[in-house]
């Protein structure tokens, strides 16, 4: 799926029911990354899990992020697609020299 048609997508879901206040949006985004990030630390981190705590899906909440970013995009009249090309020019360009590459 192309990121024009993500965030048609999200706005076909988000549509009937209203956008929600930009920073409302922005709490959700931070509560996403948030989980993310726990789970992260479970696996990968010196936090482990308690034994009661069930392994959460990577790509699920990844999903959680790319959907309320989505939604504040089109709220915010922002095309992702065209952020995201300006995106990798600006990192090509900054940091071409910046580590050694594998190959």
Not at 35 to 53: A, M
Not at 55 to 64: C, H, Q, S
Request: no cysteine; charged share 35%.
């Amino acid at each position: 799926m192309e990121m024009k048609e993500m965030q048609r997508e999200v706005d076909r879901w988000i549509a009937p029911f209203g956008y929600w206040h930009p920073l409302a949006n922005l709490a959700r985004l931070t509560e996403e990354v948030g989980e993310l990030s726990r789970e992260v630390n479970h696996r990968w981190g010196p936090k482990t899990k308690k034994p009661s705590e069930e392994t959460a899906d990577l790509a699920l909440e990844m999903g959680d992020i790319l959907f309320v970013v989505a939604a504040m995009a089109n709220q915010m009249n922002i095309d992702l697609e065209d952020a995201f090309r300006k995106v990798i020019a600006k990192y090509e360009e900054r940091d071409k020299d910046r580590w050694q590459r594998k190959d």
